[in-house]
Structure formats: structure tokens, C-alpha cells
């Protein structure tokens, strides 16, 4: 974890004081509804449906397990006594009382926690690879930076009001789990001869108008990071469209400009601070680096570790699935998925916080990680005790062996929750989670992405995943339209959009086509072929006809 | 109107009734070959900088609309001024401007600020530096 300074938490505690009182000249009639929502929505909370939702970030996704307590009481005394992580690695909460927001941001702020710019039209939380530090193919540990970037970003009072949201990830390893493709700013951070350098993309997206982005800077040394964003964040404040908001992001203005006219201007605003006082020393990089709390982790040699380890089937099962390759011997990373029959996707109740809590300080040094997919990660768990682990993970109904299978659906909260979505999702996912009950299924498809957005402003990555759900609103009827062939860059082949299968499909009918298609994959696939390898082999006829040609539909 | 403005590192209140008050030189055109002496510009928020290198030497105040109070412009345009083209006038801004946004305006490198009545109040001199720490150095 990064430790925060007594800085970094007297700084949470003015925020919070300045937003109570914020609060109090609104409910006082002194601050208009139109401003005080611009700054409501600046310290995540916004007006949902039925209730207030606020945003909680979980910086670069890095969460402890007193951390994980706190959010357990707070879905408690705030809410209903559950919560939902996001992909974007937040939690959100769905029904604080407005005045009581200030309360719940002063008990977040006792743990080092905030919701600050987890909305509105300004920089995000900073995300990055749910691995980073622990994943075996890392070249550079990409949570300094990201924690640079975090303070960098925070409360910056030149890029407080940009034209729209602007979401920064960074990656530091060639299998890109951070899907930084489809970013603002995405970062791949590599190392040439013990010096650090990033590839800068830019204008990466999904939503209305879905776009991998353009990479302008294919080499830029670390200690120019800083100046290098804000020449890009200078040059869109100044330059994105302000007049419609479904084309004010930075991809819009990536393409209306052109890329080399877009980097000759971030050029042309960056040669005046390129060198400046904002350039980031090694030091810097290593002071923050000391601030992150370092596992102890005990010398073990795996081949000794492997042999006390059970035989039992389901533990196999669920090991080859969910537990993941370490940089240190004896270690592994271990993939609690929040995908469960009965459960919406992400969704967790206070207990089930709580139960995470406690396995990390018992079993991974007192820290979790979230993911985009909305999954929970214990980064350092030594060999030896996975079997004794995974049988606490399944008496707490957290030991789904589905890691990357198809009932691992990335999900929005749709129209159950939020007043953009045009058709619900939690429902089609559970219908989905159905259609795989049998796990033997889903291993025997092997890695298959599914992801489901409500509406297009896809929280739920639909453009992305190798079937994407997108809901659509027919004439006030709930329909669904289905993309194929996206990709969010975790095979290392770099992220890929889904094409668009056909007419879209109502709800009762959405559940049968996925399993249409997977059939279709299974028996067309050639060898260990992924589904989107096959796909690209025999074409989207075939899939075509297995959706509207069979006889179910 | 209510103008706000920093004198030795704090801020005073004072009212005016135009946005030139403290400075002789009326607006001048950018058309306007700049004439000898101080000049006072009036930029808008989708000015090009670069163009008027030469009137932004001479300046000696330098005012700046902000036409709704979301429109974040005014911020990176006055960054650039102190950064960029190292202008150390006045630069005043006015039109939308509200009290909780003047600590981020001033953070920017902006230190005269022209409030309405409506946002000003026996508070709005509290909002500068409210925050006794702060990630980013200034601009100003």
C-alpha cells in the first residue's frame, strides 16, 4: 500500500471540510443546484434514479484490508450493506442521503480514502495493472508513476473543468490489463537498458464513438512525464469542443486535428515546461516508491511449497483457473471472482467485505487489488497455503473457478440503478450466469470475454469484450445489440473493437444467442483457437446465422 | 461589481464600475498596432496566443472572460501567459465568476478577479488558500 504523509491527510480532511461546507450553503439556498452540482459531482456524488450514488476511488486499485473494513461500515451505516466495484476501479455506494455525505467522506478520509474527481468533467482515478509489482511478464512496476500521477492530477487547478471526463491508465507490462488502449491518456511503460520510458497514447475511447487510440509519443523518457501530460491536457483544455458533449472528448479532437497536427501542438506546448520544474527526478520516483509498503516476503523454494498441496479436484479446477504467476518463487496471485449466480457482477455484500478483508491480512500482507473486471486480487499468497485459502474462499461463496470464462462478465449497474441506461443488464448477466451453471461448459470453452453496458456510454466495455451486450431502447422496449471480436488488450495483441453482429435482439431472446454463439466458436474452433482467432479465421457469417437463423430466435 | 485582487500575497476587496479600474489605457483593438506604452488586452476564450506575441510584451493588463463557469479555458490560457509568454502584468478575469472557483483562478496565475454582487459575500476572500497544502506548484 502507499502510506499517505500527514500531508496527504490533512489535505483529505480540507477537502472534506470544504465540501461539508459546500453542502450546508446549498441546503441553505446559498449556492445555486447548477453549481453545486459541479462540485457534488467533483467529489463523486452523483443523483441517480432512485437515490444518490457516490464514487469511491480506489487509487490505481490498490485497496488494504483496514480499508476494506472501512467500506464494509460504511455499506452499513450509509447504504444497504452492500456496494459495487466499477471498472475503473472504484466502489460505488447506491443510497447515501445527500446530508450525509460529508459524514461518509470524513470516515473514508480517516483511511486514507476519497471520491475526489471520481466524476465530472476532469482527470480520474489513475488506473493501472491489477498485477502491477507481482505480474511475472512486468518490465517496469508501473504504481509509482501511477501514484505520481495521482497527486499530480488532484485538485489540479488548471485541468478542473476540461471539455469532458478524462480517464489516464498506465500499464508496465506487454499484456496490457489495463486496457490502456481505450483511454484518454493510455501509458506503456518499458525499460531499455535500466532507464524508463513511455509509449503515449492518446485519444482512446469507448462510448458513443468507440476508438482505439493513436500512439503520439513512442518513446517519452519518465522525467518528462509530467510536463508531457500537461502540454496534452493544455492543448485539448484549450481545444476540445465545448458545444456538444457526445463530442467533446480528446478522441474527437485526436481525429478532427489529425495526429500530426495533434502532436505538433502538444509539441509546441510542451517545448516551453519540457525540462521545468515539473520534471520528475529519479529520486522523486524512488521516494514515492519507498512510500508503497514492501511484502516480506519469506525465501521459499516452490518445488517444496507444491508438495503439501491436495489433490482434491475442485481445488485443481479452481487453481489452474484463478491463481496466477508471481515475479517471486512460492508466490501467486489469487483471483477472487465477484461473479457468482445470484449475485450482480461486482456487487458485494458488507460480510463479503469484510471476509476479503480478513483473507488479505491473513494470507497476502494486509492488501487487495481490485480489477477493471470487477474482481478482487490477493497479490501475494505463498504456494503453500492456497489450498488452505481456497477453502476459506468457499465457504464464503468466493471460489468461482471462472477467471476470464464466459459467466466472468463485466457488467454496469444499467437500468436497475443508473438514469442513462436505456435497458437493464444485471438481469441479461444473470440470465447469462444461468445459461453456464455447468462449469464444464465454460472451462471447456476456455478464455472467453463478455461484457454488458446498458446504454452506449459503455461502463460495461461492451466494445471490448469478445461478445459485447449493448442495451438499446426500441420504442421504450428493452433491446440488445450484439458486437463480436473485441478485445481490451490482455492477450498482448493490443485492443481490438467488436463489429456489430445485426439486428439487435430482445431480452428474452439475448441469453439463447450467447449461447449460440459460443456454440458456434466451439464447434467451428480449429485446435486451441480463441474466439476471436476463430472468428477472424471463418468470418462473422457463420455467427450470424447460429443468432438469427436458429430456430430459438 | 466587486473586485478582488492580491496585494503582498493577500487578497482585498474593493468595488469598481469598470473592468479597466487601476490602469489608464482603455482596451485596445488587436487590430491596433500597439501604441508606446502600457497596452491593456481583452483575449477570448479561442484566442490564439501565438498571434499576439508582440501586444502580450507590452501589456500591462491583460483581461479575461469566463463565459459559463464550466468552461475551463480561461485556466489554461492564463497558465500559458505566465508560463509560455512570461507575462507578468495584471491579469484580471471576469463575466461567470464564482467564489469557489477564484483559488484555482489565482493557482493559475490569474490575480484580479471582477465578481458579481451575487458572489461575493463577507466569505469570498476565505476561499484563497483554503487548503494549507496543495500537490501542484503555482503558475503565478
Redesign the interface.
Known amino acids: 500500500m502507499y502510506q499517505y504523509s500527514e500531508?496527504d491527510q490533512?489535505?483529505l480532511q480540507?477537502?472534506t471540510e470544504?465540501f461539508r461546507q459546500?453542502t450546508e450553503r446549498f441546503l441553505q439556498g446559498?449556492?445555486s443546484a447548477e453549481?453545486f452540482q459541479?462540485?457534488r459531482l467533483r467529489n463523486g456524488l452523483y443523483i441517480q434514479r432512485l437515490a444518490p450514488m457516490l464514487r469511491v476511488a480506489i487509487p490505481y486499485g490498490l485497496v488494504s484490508a483496514d480499508q476494506l473494513r472501512t467500506l464494509a461500515k460504511i455499506s452499513r451505516d450509509f447504504d444497504k450493506g452492500y456496494a459495487h466495484f466499477t471498472t475503473r476501479q472504484n466502489i460505488q455506494f447506491n443510497w447515501p442521503k445527500l446530508e450525509a455525505v460529508p459524514d461518509l467522506l470524513a470516515s473514508l478520509a480517516a483511511c486514507d480514502m476519497h471520491a475526489i474527481q471520481t466524476s465530472g468533467?476532469c482527470i480520474r482515478n489513475i488506473t493501472t495493472d491489477p498485477l502491477a509489482g507481482v505480474a511475472a511478464d512486468e518490465q517496469v512496476d508501473p504504481r509509482p508513476y501511477a501514484e505520481l500521477m495521482r497527486?499530480?492530477s488532484?485538485?489540479?487547478?488548471?485541468?478542473?473543468?476540461?471539455?469532458r471526463k478524462f480517464k489516464i491508465a498506465i500499464t508496465g507490462a506487454p499484456h496490457d490489463r489495463a486496457a490502456i488502449e481505450v483511454h484518454d491518456i493510455g501509458l506503456s511503460a518499458f525499460n531499455e537498458q535500466n532507464n524508463v520510458f513511455f509509449r503515449v497514447v492518446v485519444g482512446g475511447g469507448l462510448g458513443r464513438t468507440p476508438m482505439i487510440g493513436t500512439t503520439i509519443h513512442e518513446r517519452l523518457p519518465a522525467k518528462h512525464l509530467l510536463t508531457y501530460l500537461t502540454a496534452i491536457l493544455?492543448v485539448y483544455?484549450?481545444l476540445g469542443r465545448?458545444d456538444n458533449k457526445y463530442k467533446a472528448r480528446i478522441k474527437i479532437l485526436v481525429k478532427a486535428m489529425g495526429e500530426a497536427r495533434f502532436r505538433d501542438a502538444v509539441d509546441a506546448?510542451w517545448q516551453?515546461?519540457k525540462g521545468?520544474?515539473?520534471t520528475v527526478s529519479d529520486e522523486r520516483i524512488q521516494d514515492l516508491m519507498r512510500h508503497f509498503s514492501q511484502p516480506d516476503y519469506a525465501f521459499v523454494n516452490d518445488a517444496d511449497q507444491q508438495a503439501v498441496i491436495s489433490s482434491d479436484g475442485a481445488f485443481h479446477l479452481w487453481r489452474n483457473r484463478n491463481v496466477l504467476p508471481h515475479k517471486t518463487p512460492g508466490y501467486n496471485a489469487v483471483h477472487i471472482s465477484l461473479k457468482r449466480p445470484h449475485t450482480p457482477p461486482g456487487d458485494v455484500s458488507d460480510a463479503t467485505l469484510e471476509d476479503l478483508a480478513a483473507l488479505a491480512d491473513d494470507y497476502s500482507f494486509g492488501e487487495a487489488r481490485v480489477t477493471h473486471e470487477q474482481n478482487i486480487i490477493l497479490a501475494d499468497v505463498e504456494t503453500s497455503r492456497l489450498f488452505e485459502l481456497w477453502r476459506l474462499l468457499v465457504s464464503a461463496d468466493l471460489a468461482t473457478p471462472n477467471r476470464g470464462l464466459a459467466s466472468d462478465m463485466i457488467c454496469c449497474p444499467g437500468g436497475d440503478y443508473c438514469s442513462l441506461a436505456n435497458a437493464k443488464s444485471i438481469p441479461v448477466a444473470a440470465e447469462i450466469t444461468k445459461i453456464y451453471e455447468d462449469r464444464q461448459q465454460e472451462q471447456r470453452l476456455g478464455p472467453l470475454s463478455i461484457n454488458i453496458s446498458g446504454c452506449m456510454n459503455a461502463c460495461g466495455h461492451h466494445h471490448v469484450g469478445n461478445i459485447g451486450i449493448l442495451g438499446v431502447d426500441k420504442k421504450g422496449e428493452e433491446f440488445y445489440q450484439i458486437s463480436i471480436g473485441g478485445d481490451s488488450g490482455d492477450t498482448g495483441n493490443g485492443a481490438e473493437l467488436g463489429k456489430i453482429l445485426g439486428p439487435a435482439l430482445s431480452r428474452q431472446h439475448i441469453a439463447r444467442a450467447v449461447l449460440n454463439l459460443t456454440q458456434c466458436y466451439e464447434s467451428a474452433r480449429a485446435e486451441d483457437e480463441t474466439f476471436n482467432q476463430t472468428l477472424e479465421r471463418v468470418g462473422l457469417a457463420p455467427f450470424k446465422t447460429a443468432v438469427y437463423e436458429s430456430e430459438a430466435i | 461589481m466587486n473586485l478582488i485582487f492580491i496585494e503582498d500575497g493577500k487578497p482585498l476587496a474593493k468595488r469598481i464600475d469598470t473592468l479597466w479600474h487601476g490602469f489608464e489605457e482603455p482596451l485596445a483593438q488587436v487590430s491596433q498596432q500597439p501604441i508606446s506604452g502600457s497596452v491593456t488586452l481583452q483575449l477570448l476564450p479561442d484566442v490564439e496566443l501565438e498571434d499576439l506575441r508582440e501586444l502580450i510584451a507590452q501589456a500591462s493588463l491583460v483581461l479575461l472572460e469566463l463565459p459559463t463557469f464550466t468552461d475551463g479555458r480561461v485556466y489554461s490560457i492564463a497558465a500559458a501567459l505566465r508560463q509560455h509568454y512570461q507575462y507578468t502584468g495584471c491579469l484580471r478575469v471576469f463575466g461567470d465568476v464564482r467564489q469557489d472557483q477564484i483559488d484555482d483562478l489565482h493557482r493559475c496565475g490569474i490575480d484580479s478577479f471582477v465578481l458579481e454582487d451575487s458572489q461575493s459575500s463577507d466569505e469570498t476572500l476565505t476561499r484563497f488558500n483554503a487548503f494549507g497544502f496543495r500537490y501542484q506548484r503555482p503558475f503565478g
Open positions: 500531508q490533512q489535505f480540507t477537502r470544504q459546500q446559498q449556492l453549481e459541479q462540485l468533467s497527486q499530480w488532484t485538485l489540479h487547478p488548471e485541468f478542473n473543468w476540461l471539455p493544455r483544455n484549450r465545448r506546448a516551453p515546461i521545468g520544474p515539473d
